[in-house]
């Protein structure tokens, strides 16, 4: 089948001769992919910032499908079923998804203490193949994957299996407060998610910043909030300060993660020298910019080894810091209803349409930032 194949940092290629998934499992289904993304958090593989990414490995955590095969143990999908497929692979029936926690499951990763199993994200999240690809195997096939329904679009459908729940828990894991100021850093698919979300939990302001005119002219207009560009900021810190009475943000939301720019120490430790698990300029301004007693909401990516942030900060200030790998399956009833409503519209974010046979232009373009790319959708010969 056709897939995608990652051979090292910033190469990846489309090969036809990849082998088709097989049932590995009772609880295992099948899904001939119709729509799969790339994410930010793709990026970082692709960087070659993810440790045990191997060479061979077919990415893509965001896809939806058709099942054309299940297991003997599967009950609740039938061949024929179109799913969204979250993002998490979760048992089910640990004690982290009975919590919810599905971004957390301790099975599905077992040799890993922090991070749950993802699909197509290396050996350090499972080393389960992803959905750039024409067919892709779905474990737990009863737990996950949800069947998208007769009204519902493709294109948003693709989004609910991560930008649209991760953007959204970003907000309620700020504990947003009726009037609050939130600031998101971050104007990609998931900051532009969040700011939406914030004002369904009642910001009173919403502050956007990036450095990309395009995606923050974009934001200001899709989720109605005030951007800035941090390279014209002197400080973007101080600036926060300025603009709420010396006070600081009521929330703040890091939705960048371990590619920040703007600070060339960060840049350099984490980006270039991999000595720490990623660059913390993003999340350093959220820790500094948020109030006293305030929250800070992380839900970019950062890598398992330590990272300088401003620690003391955040004890001196009592900050409380939430932070997890969104829990798309629980979220995903209320957020179907979203949809439906019009509340939130997903596709809107999508730029660009890419054949899977053209992954690595649509790596190339997404990562460098080129044509005005938000979201770009890959779309497979068979879909
Ligand atoms: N926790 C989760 O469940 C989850 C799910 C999906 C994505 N993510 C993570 O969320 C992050 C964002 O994902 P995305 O798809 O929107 O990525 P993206 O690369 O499209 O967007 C990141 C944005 O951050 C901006 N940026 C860089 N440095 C900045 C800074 N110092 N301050 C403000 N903005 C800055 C960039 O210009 C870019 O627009 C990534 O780290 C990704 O891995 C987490
Ligand atoms: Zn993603
Ligand atoms: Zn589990």
Not at 50 to 75: K, M, Q
Not at 91 to 102: H, P, R, S, T
Not at 116 to 124: A, L, Q, R, V
Not at 300 to 313: E, K, Q, T, W
């Amino acid at each position: 089948m056709l897939a995608m194949n990652f051979r090292g940092p910033f190469r990846v290629r489309a090969d036809r001769d990849r082998p088709y998934p097989e049932i590995e499992h009772p609880e295992d289904a099948i899904v001939r992919v119709l729509r799969t993304c790339i994410c930010g958090s793709d990026l970082h593989l692709y960087h070659g910032l993810v440790p045990d990414t191997r060479v061979g490995s077919t990415f893509g955590h965001e896809f939806i499908g058709e099942v054309v095969e299940i297991g003997s143990a599967v009950e609740k999908l039938t061949v024929g079923d179109r799913v969204m497929v979250p993002f998490n692979i979760a048992c089910g029936k640990c004690a982290f998804c009975k919590q919810e926690l599905y971004g957390n499951c301790h099975e599905a990763n077992p040799g890993a203490t922090a991070a749950g199993g993802i699909f197509g994200y290396s050996h350090t999240a499972g080393g389960y193949h992803g959905g750039q690809a024409e067919y892709v195997r779905v474990p737990y096939a009863d737990v996950g994957p949800t069947v998208i329904p007769e009204w519902m679009d493709p294109d948003d459908a693709v989004l609910l299996t991560d930008v649209v729940p991760t953007g959204y828990q970003a907000a309620e894991m700020g504990g947003i407060q009726p009037g609050d100021t939130v600031v998101v850093f971050g104007a990609g698919p998931i900051g532009i998610m969040a700011a939406k979300c914030a004002w369904l939990f009642g910001a009173g302001r919403v502050i956007v910043i990036d450095e990309l005119d395009y995606r923050l002219d974009f934001v200001k207009d899709y989720a109605q909030c005030e951007v800035y560009k941090f390279t014209e900021l002197e400080d973007p810190v101080v600036f926060l300060k300025q603009t709420t009475d010396s006070l600081g943000a009521d929330v703040c939301i890091d939705a960048v993660g371990c590619e920040a720019a703007g600070n060339t120490m960060n840049t350099l430790l984490g980006r270039k020298l991999l000595l720490q698990g990623g660059s913390t300029t993003a999340l350093h301004w959220a820790i500094n910019g948020v109030k006293k007693g305030g929250i800070v909401s992380i839900v970019g990516v950062y890598g398992p080894i330590d990272a300088l942030v401003p620690i003391g900060n955040v004890v001196n200030k009592g900050i409380t810091i939430r932070a997890n790998q969104a829990s798309v399956k629980r979220l995903l009833p209320r957020l179907i209803e979203h949809v439906k409503n019009g509340i939130i519209d997903p596709k809107a974010i999508i730029t660009h349409r890419i054949p899977l046979e053209e992954v690595a232009e649509g790596y190339h373009i997404f990562s460098r930032k080129l044509d005005n790319c938000i979201k770009p959708v890959l779309i497979p010969p068979s879909a």
